[in-house]
């Protein structure tokens, strides 16, 4: 009797969880009925660029100064009184145009002088020569009298130098600085202050320094000779005309490891002057097949790791990982982990998510600058 019993309450529990599971089944169909009248929603449009190989230069910003081209101080070579100063202070002179005259009345005087000598031996000389071939003289008086001719000769010289050296000459062409010496000063040979200073600006040098590993990388490019220098101002903008190398330093700076690089820039206008500080750009190294990246296509992940959105070969969107190896204008020069014909996302990447199949256009928002340095000009 009580086996029977068991079985006859088993029967409602089947019963009730048949009619459970029928329920589920149905409204499971109803689910997947609405959900499939329901509108699928679009693909996301996105913009894509497509990489490619191109020529790319590598280019290097060094900070450096200007440099006169020729610097000359000048210093009066006699002793005297400064009478006359005879230039514009910081306007352009001439080689050989006189700056400064010194009195010149005790070396007028020494001069004339010395001519007097100079004719008062030569006479005498004369005298003996005629008298030595009827031997009224001896050897010994002739030689005597032609060394004082002699003497007299170089002593009319010498004071005719100080006599020209009373006019102070430029020893070269430029721009001229401020008298340092006013009238009325009594000035010396050899004196450590100079009377002004002259520099030649035009052309103008431009000394910059450089890292050995900087300059190790330019010497293997061999397609990279003499590397064109531009130069960009304290002000932002780019000084027009181009320069070259001139000079290597020929030793390593054991402090900071760098070499002084010297360059060298026409400066008709007098545009850039002695110290200056400028930023010198030159370049590095030519790539042929460099591949450039935009920046707006470039995020990192939380290590720093520089990371694209990419289209695969199925259509679909897939996070790419790659190593870029500096910045170009405003893209990334691409080390490793992209190669060209690939298209990269630039435009609704907030749309997108891995596996996803996206609608392409070109994108709008990319204009690849290799270079800022024609942005600005002065």
Known sequence: MAIATKQTNIIPIL??????????????????????????????????YTLEEQPVELNITLPGRTLAYRVAEVRPQ???????????????????????????APYEAAYNRALAQLNSSKNSYERNKRLRKTNSVSQQDLDNAR??????????????????????????????????????????????????????IDPIYVDFTQSVSQLLKMQQQKNIEVPNVRLQLEDGSFYTQTGRLTLSEVSVNQGTGSVTLRAEFP???SKLLPGMFVKAELTEAKLADGILVPQQAVFRDHLGN??????DAQGQVQ???????????????????????EQVITEGLQKVAPGVTPTLQPA???????????????
């Not at 997947?32 to 679009?42: D, F, G, I, L, V």
């Not at 005719?160 to 008298?179: E, H, Q």
């Not at 996070?319 to 014909?341: D, I, Q, Y």
Request: glycine fraction near 8%; charge should be neutral.
């Open 147 to 200: 060394a004082s001719y002699e003497i007299a000769q170089a002593e009319l010289t010498i004071t005719k130098i100080n006599m020209d050296y009373t006019k102070v000459i430029s020893p070269i062409s430029g721009r001229i600085s401020r008298s340092l010496i006013t009238e009325g000063a009594l000035v010396g040979m050899g004196q450590a202050q100079p009377l002004a200073v002259v520099q030649q």
């Open 267 to 269: 400066n008709p206008n």
């Open 364 to 378: 709008a928002n990319v204009e690849l600058v290799k270079s800022f340095a024609a942005d600005k000009e002065a």
């Open 319 to 341: 996070l790419r990982r790659f190593v870029t190896h500096r910045t170009v204008g405003n893209a990334w020069l691409v080390e490793s982990g992209l190669v060209a014909g």
């Open 15 to 48: 019963f009730t969880a048949g009619l459970l599971t029928t329920a589920v089944l149905l409204s499971g169909c109803d689910f997947n009925q609405e959900q499939a009248k329901q509108p699928q929603r679009p693909a996301p449009v996105v913009g894509v």
């Open 78 to 104: 006699v002793d005297g009184i400064l009478q006359q100063r005879l230039f514009t202070e910081g306007g352009e002179v001439k080689a050989g145009q006189q700056l400064y005259q010194i009195a010149s």
């Open 306 to 311: 520089a990371q694209v959105w990419v289209i």
